[in-house]
């Protein structure tokens, strides 16, 4: 199987800074992986596929980008709303498509 | 509007068989490239990927989980029903259903869940 690590897995940042947050896969995943969003006690919301496509709705400061086995999903700047757990999940060839171990982003 | 709803028991001793039900709305799983995947997250956890089920009635598992799952679908009811065999404590998790989008860019072609239920907290607990 496919492993997927995100970086950092937590983050502290304030409200209108620019966020990185790091995906690599364990082999190359062309640009097949999404990105989700997670609200405590909520189900995760669907942000990103193929690496840089913004699901519809989602606002332009998330962007995507990345092929082969790094990507990234950055958050021009944030958003009080923004703060929430990010997951990455491969989606390349056949399942299971596993996730990342998520990333938690925190007010500082 | 696509909309999906997890229902079940909320707790389950250990050895027990675990039956969920996603019922949903806004798509039919009879149209082609169409799914319906569990996913699971245990408290303070990552999500963790189970298992999927397509319109042509393919399967797939996680490998890890396997011998424990089955998925199967009710087309008529616009059900899918996970069970998962041998329950133990760490088992103890929120179950999700998700809708399974497919999509091709340039004509290559992927997967994501972009529709998820609210999920299910499932306890195992004797």
């Known amino acids: 199987d496919i492993q997927m690590t995100q970086s950092p897995s937590s983050l502290s940042a304030s409200v209108g800074d620019r966020v990185t947050i790091t995906c690599r896969a364990s082999?190359?995943?062309?640009?097949?992986i999404n990105w989700y969003q997670q609200k405590p006690g909520k189900p995760p919301k669907f942000l990103i596929y193929?690496?840089?496509n913004l699901q519809t709705g989602v606002p332009s400061r998330f962007s995507g980008s990345g092929s082969g086995t790094d990507f990234t999903l950055t958050i021009s700047s944030l958003q009080p709303e923004d703060f929430a757990t990010y997951y990455c999940q491969e989606s390349y060839t056949s399942p299971p498509y596993t996730f990342g171990q998520g990333t938690k982003l925190e007010i500082k | 509007q696509i909309t999906l709803k997890e229902s079940g028991p909320t707790m389950v001793k250990p050895t027990q068989t675990l039956t969920l039900t996603c019922t949903f709305s806004g798509f039919s799983l009879t149209s082609s490239g169409v799914g319906v995947a569990w996913i699971r997250q245990p408290p303070g956890k990552a999500l963790e990927w189970l298992t999927l089920?397509?319109?042509?009635?393919?399967?797939r598992y996680s490998p890890s989980l396997k011998t424990r799952l089955t998925i199967t679908k009710d087309t008529s009811k616009n059900q899918v029903v996970l069970t998962m065999t041998n329950m133990t404590l760490v088992d103890t998790a929120t179950y999700y259903c998700?809708?399974?989008?497919?999509?091709?860019?340039?004509?290559?072609?992927?997967?994501?869940?972009?529709?998820w239920g609210q999920g299910t907290l499932v306890t195992v607990s004797s």
């Open positions: 089920i397509y319109w042509d009635d393919d399967k």
């Open positions: 193929a690496a840089s």
């Open positions: 082999q190359s995943i062309a640009r097949f």
């Open positions: 998700a809708h399974h989008l497919p999509y091709c860019i340039n004509g290559v072609c992927s997967s994501a869940l972009d529709y």
